[in-house]
């Protein structure tokens, strides 16, 4: 599965290539697409140029077809179009009075401010959809729309972020080097689990992270009701890591809880974190957002690190606009629907600020 860079790397290594004879359609995209040399006016290419591209990786993440209104019906229907761009989207144009909603398309290369740079196919400067050539365009008008396909994540592009994952033995076995080659830096691992037995990848995820000089730390998710019970679950995190230093987050967020209201809610957190600081660990909290807003106290935000579950509409890509802040909030986990290379399925995805 590519990711964004493939593809744009890809489509643009593309730039310069012509139909030959001029006028006549007849272009390695269409030729690929069709099974044959094709010819005429009846086989305009910006779409298969799209659809090639895209088809060189597996799975291939666009509808073939070489109809543009096609293609933006089956983001549409399959819930992935959008009205604001990303790079590596697929952008849809109508350039003429025809009955069809789009008449050509391209690839998202960049974006800055109320201008897009594409890639596209079939297009030239004196000719917007039907030009004969591949080329990067500058475009601020005409714009339908833009479908999204669903990459696989990659490595970050913002410096001040180190990437990483949360883990289970939910995530099987996980290719440490393939992780690592896609940008991931550090994992939480899963602790103990209610009953306070050893997740069954814990061991095994461990070593990983030290094998490859990943930075790592460790999460218990809280059951507890009571001081007693926080208690004994900081016991079993502290007897499983046996002096093996790691931060320690707290994990609260179980529907139990709110009930008993925000000062017992601190207790059991203080609880927790006093058991494993007691022991030399250092601890933190992780919650979502909303948990953050209504069930912490202002004496857990002022004292202690914070880690935020905040997805927004959860596509597996991080949007700044719903990034958590806090005095102590140092971590974000922006979604739980992350693909990422040596893990097979979703996985959650984090920032360290």
């Known amino acids: 599965m590519p990711t964004v860079k493939d593809v744009l790397d890809l489509a643009e290594a593309q ?3 012509t139909e030959y004879p001029p006028e006549s359609n007849n272009v390695l995209y269409n030729t690929e697409y069709y099974g044959h040399e094709v010819w005429g006016a009846a086989y305009p290419w910006c779409c298969t140029f799209v659809w090639w591209v895209f088809a060189q990786f597996k799975p291939c993440l666009v509808w073939k077809t070489a109809s543009c209104s096609e293609l933006g019906n089956w983001f549409k229907n399959n819930s992935k179009w959008y009205t604001q761009p990303k790079v590596g989207d697929v952008v849809f144009f109508k350039f003429s009075r025809n009955d069809n909603w789009t008449n050509h398309v391209g690839i998202v290369k960049s974006i800055n401010g109320n201008m897009i740079e594409t890639i596209e196919g079939n297009t030239s400067v004196n000719s917007d959809s039907n030009g004969g050539a591949v080329m990067i365009r500058q475009r601020t008008s005409n714009i339908v729309g833009y479908g999204r396909p669903e990459y696989i994540s990659e490595a970050p592009v913002i410096d001040t972020y180190q990437y990483g994952i949360d883990v289970s033995e939910y995530q099987g076995n996980i290719d440490f080097d393939k992780i690592k080659e896609a940008g991931i830096r550090f994992m939480c691992l899963r602790s103990t689990k209610k009953d306070m037995s050893v ?8 070593q990983g992270c030290i094998k490859n000089n990943l930075d790592y ?3 218990k998710y809280a059951y507890a009701t009571t001081h007693e019970q926080a208690r004994q679950e900081a016991h ?14 707290y994990d609260l967020e179980d529907k139990s809880l709110p009930p008993f209201g925000k000062d017992a809610i601190e207790g059991i957190a203080l609880a927790f974190i006093g058991e494993c600081k007691d022991a030399g660990y ?3 909290i992780y919650c979502n957002k909303n948990w953050y807003d209504n069930y912490i106290n202002q004496y857990l935000k ?11 509409k959860n596509t597996g890509y991080l949007d700044e606009k719903y990034k958590p802040t806090g005095k102590n909030v140092i971590a974000w986990q922006y979604t739980s629907k992350g693909i990422v290379p040596g893990i097979e399925g979703y996985v959650d995805l984090d920032v360290l600020y």
């Open 236 to 249: 079993s995190v502290i007897e499983l890591l046996k002096d093996r230093k790691m931060p320690i987050w």
């Open 282 to 284: 250092e601890a933190g």
């Open 15 to 17: 730039v310069g290539i």
């Open 217 to 219: 730390s460790c999460y």
């Open 302 to 312: 002022d004292k202690f690190m914070f880690w935020i579950a905040r997805y927004g």
């Open 199 to 206: 997740d069954k990848s814990f061991e095994r995820n461990l």
